[in-house]
């Protein structure tokens, strides 16, 4: 039996496309390029703003480790690993502005970037 062929994800197909100030909480001198439904974002750079459709935020807003501490056993007094909480990893905070020029765009989100960066730097 034939799988049936999965439709290719166009950045329109991820939602508007908003500006956001990026913070990587978890590194922040680090930056950050991934894959996401197919599609290249990155770099981002913490502390810089960037322009990401929504769902590709809320997914980064979305991602967390967990945070464990140790703690002694109140049977054995022995410390052991416990699960306390979760450590948010990134944070895109929306500055309200949305890029309705990107919003149906086929155009790789890589590429808007780099347009944006050099009629910045024109």
């Known amino acids: 039996m034939k799988k049936a062929k999965k439709k290719k994800i166009t950045l329109a197909d991820l939602g508007p496309v908003a500006e956001y100030s990026f913070r990587n909480i978890e590194t922040p001198e680090a930056d950050v390029s991934f894959n996401y439904e197919g599609i290249n974002f990155g770099p981002l750079i913490s ?35 416990i699960k306390t909480g979760e450590v948010v990893r990134f944070a895109c905070i929306p500055t309200g502005k949305v890029n309705l020029t990107s919003k149906n765009s086929d155009v790789p989100p890589e590429q808007v970037l780099k347009n944006e960066q050099q009629a910045a730097s024109a």
Do not use: I, M
Not at 49 to 70: G, I, M, Q, T, W
Not at 74 to 80: D, L, R, S, Y
């Open 47 to 81: 502390g810089e703003l960037c322009d990401l459709p929504k769902k590709v935020a809320d997914h980064l807003n979305s991602l967390s480790r967990p945070r464990y501490e140790f703690r002694p056993d109140p049977v054995t007094g022995h410390n052991k690993s």
